[in-house]
């Protein structure tokens, strides 16, 4: 494990906005994050006023004066959604073409058309994960269910043993996977590199989906035997449109960003010459902005004009992507602010000088702290943001492979037993008939498989690399 230079951090360190002591910082960060969790969970406050009231709570209860939590709360939602907002805006527009050209119901047509059988849970593991990729997490979910209610009705499959599957997939993108918003804003708290969080990432993600979709399903189905409810079956977008994008052409359009984002890690780690020409030119199309912008192009025409789209509904659907992010954003900056009043106030240091003599591990203090919060507020995204925040300062003085196994050990735990403080609880729960034994039966030991299983193979990537 990477061991911390404190007294190189220390040098570096900002002179905090108070002078509180570490007991008093201790009882603030508690203080706060118990603001948050109350405003979210006991008076169904949004997100992010809970946040921006939690960040103004944490300042005072550590004694720093109000103009300068606001400036750093204001400081840090600014830098994050710079950092991340446009990120965030370019894989909407993409899901959403996705979604609306029929380019999602093509690549589960051609799948789905090749498999049957033993082989159908793996397929819906394979088709959730390609098209998890540019989705946001509920957009993935309102766009898979019509497929998996179908399959498990004209297959006469287990609800479950389909379902399950294509959750996980869903559920492990949208947790260790950028450019989804958590891993995004985990990454630009902590200053890892997004190419090689993404190529670790995906060796995570593999086995650990493999465990939480295909093989615990078969438990799942013996656990809660339901059949598929006829009245959540939608119309899917396809049905309305002529003539849809090719398969090859669709996953292609998908999976561009992801090669691009790869492609510069890789040549990041065999060349290592910033003057090299190759190197030069994968920095550019490999940055996050460049790669998933020359997807959203690229889409325009494989996905958009291939469905016979005019110009004007391309537009339309340009705009109509944008419109239900205005939250994710608010409450991503928020979280960014939170982050930064944290950091302002001192705690960073704090978690330095406590953490020097701890025995426990950073990647699964990480894990731990990501759990806590997730627990008590029900969001995978507060929990990252949050547990992203307040051990940024212990990834300093780490190397490029552990910076980024830091933020899957985040991830990773911001998944931890989703239950009914959770919005995606109540919306499988929904859309798919159960009660809410059912469901925790399900999901929610689903979400925790991937969050231990996530972990584990966090930590064995720590012991070689």
Do not use: C
């Amino acid at each position: 494990m990477t061991s911390l230079s404190v007294e190189m951090l220390a040098a570096d360190t900002v002179e905090p906005i108070t002078s509180a002591g570490d007991a008093q910082l201790g009882i603030a960060v508690l203080a706060g994050i118990a603001v948050i969790v109350l405003l979210i969970t006991r008076f169904k406050l949004h997100a992010f006023l809970a946040l921006t009231i939690g960040s103004l709570s944490l300042g005072l209860f550590a004694g720093a004066p109000l103009d300068k939590t606001i400036a750093s709360f204001t400081a840090g939602l600014g830098s994050t959604v710079a950092g991340v907002g446009v990120l965030i805006a370019l894989g909407a527009i993409l899901g959403k073409l996705l979604a609306d050209s029929g380019g999602a119901d093509q690549i589960v047509d051609t799948i789905l058309a090749r498999a049957s059988g033993r082989a159908m849970p793996w397929a819906m593991v394979l088709i959730a994960s390609v098209i998890g990729l540019p989705l946001f997490f509920e957009v993935g979910i309102v766009l898979l269910i019509p497929v998996v209610l179908m399959v498990a009705k004209r297959g006469n499959y287990s609800l479950m043993r389909i379902g399950i599957p294509a959750l996980a997939g869903l559920s492990v993108m949208h947790g260790l996977i950028p450019p989804h918003p958590g891993p995004l804003v985990a990454i630009d708290a902590i200053g890892a590199n997004l190419g090689v969080t993404l190529a670790l990432g995906l060796v995570v993600a593999i086995p650990t989906v493999i465990i939480a979709g295909p093989v615990f399903s078969k438990f799942a189905a013996r656990w809660v035997d339901i059949p598929a409810p006829e009245k959540m079956i939608p119309q899917r977008a396809s049905e309305e449109l002529e003539k849809r994008p090719g398969f090859a052409a669709t996953v292609s359009t998908v999976l561009l960003p992801v090669v691009l984002m790869m492609a510069k890690a890789l040549v990041d780690i065999v060349v290592d010459d910033p003057a090299n020409p190759v190197q030069r030119v994968t920095d550019v199309i490999g940055s996050p902005l460049i790669a998933l912008l020359a997807a959203v192009l690229v889409g325009l025409f494989t996905l958009g004009r291939a469905a016979g789209f005019t110009k004007e509904r391309i537009g339309s659907t340009v705009e109509k992507s944008l419109a239900p992010i205005a939250g994710i954003l608010l409450i991503v900056g928020a979280g960014g602010g939170f982050k930064q009043t944290l950091i302002d106030i001192g705690v960073g240091q704090m978690i330095l000088d406590f953490s020097k003599d701890w025995a426990i591990p950073t990647l699964l203090l990480a894990w731990l702290i990501a759990v806590a919060i997730r627990l008590a507020t029900g969001s995978a995204t507060v929990a990252t943001i949050s547990a992203a925040g307040l051990v940024a300062p212990l990834a300093a003085d780490m190397s490029t492979s552990h910076a980024a196994l830091l933020v899957l050990a985040i991830g990773a735990g911001s998944l931890f037993f989703s239950h009914v403080n959770d919005a995606g609880f109540w919306l499988v729960k929904e859309y798919f008939g159960m009660s809410v034994g059912q469901t925790i039966k399900t999901w929610s030991v689903m979400e925790t498989i991937i969050s231990v299983v996530g972990i584990v193979f966090v930590l064995l990537l720590s012991l070689v690399l």
